[in-house]
């Protein structure tokens, strides 16, 4: 069991940017691997960012050079820098925690982002 807060959505001017950060708490020992989503209106969630307990990342074709996924296992956080912000960035984003084997994941409550032009 884990619990995920997340926080640093807001608006944002485009160009501009911002650091979500998501603690974890809880069985935080199991966290085998953290992800960032994002859903936008009348869109699926999506995968934006992952970052292993280890330090391996993958970023969303459409964020590569933009955002950057960062954790520290010692204070069971991951962070997602966010820079060079575009509209089509605006969604609300997710965080979430799988366990080692993956078979279970967490979700955080999301927060909103907003990018104005």
């Known amino acids: 069991q884990v619990q995920l807060v997340e926080s640093g959505g807001g608006l944002v001017q485009a160009g501009g940017s911002l650091r979500l950060s998501c603690a974890a708490s809880g069985s935080t020992f199991s966290i085998g691997a953290w992800g ?3 859903q936008a209106p009348g ?3 999506e995968l934006v960012a992952r970052i292993t307990t280890g330090g391996f990342t993958v970023h969303a074709d459409s964020v590569k050079g933009r955002f950057t996924v960062s954790r520290d ?3 069971n956080t991951v962070y997602l820098q966010m820079n060079s912000l575009k509209p089509e960035d605006t969604a609300v984003y997710y965080c979430r925690a799988d366990n080692y084997g993956y ?6 409550q999301g927060t ?3 990018v104005s032009s």
């Open 73 to 75: 296992n010692a204070k």
């Open 112 to 114: 909103q982002v907003t």
């Open 43 to 45: 869109e699926q969630r």
């Open 36 to 38: 960032w989503y994002r």
């Open 103 to 108: 078979s279970v994941a967490y979700w955080g």
